[in-house]
């Protein structure tokens, strides 16, 4: 037995934009309570095909050292490593 456990969520969504949608916030979320989340491997599948999974996160390797990029995984814009509602002003 490992010393650490996976929690698998079922919630539904009508589609699969709002899933990833949904998926996001909840990671979000979870990320201010627990630093044990890891969104990068956040994704989302049809109730009838949970086999064939859609990643919700980009989780690219940034240059540089400088983590990974967080934002959507169908983004169009430069990887970033944090969102711009989480930076400091």
């Known amino acids: 037995m490992t010393g650490r ?3 698998h969520l ?8 709002r899933a990833r949608i949904l998926a996001r916030t909840a990671a979000r979320v ?4 627990s630093a044990r989340v890891d969104p990068g491997g ?5 109730e009838d095909q949970q ?9 690219r390797p940034l240059s ?5 990029c967080v934002l959507p995984a169908d983004h169009t814009s430069r990887c970033l490593s944090r969102p711009l509602w989480a930076r400091r002003r």
């Not at 079922?10 to 934009?17: S, V, Y």
């Not at 979870?30 to 309570?33: D, E, K, Y």
């Not at 956040?42 to 049809?46: E, K, L, P």
């Open 5 to 7: 456990w996976v929690i």
């Open 51 to 59: 086999g064939v999974r859609h990643w919700v996160f980009c989780d």
């Open 30 to 33: 979870l990320i201010r309570l």
């Open 10 to 17: 079922p919630i539904t969504a009508p589609d699969l934009l």
């Open 64 to 68: 540089q050292g400088r983590g990974r």
């Open 42 to 46: 956040v994704t989302v599948s049809a």
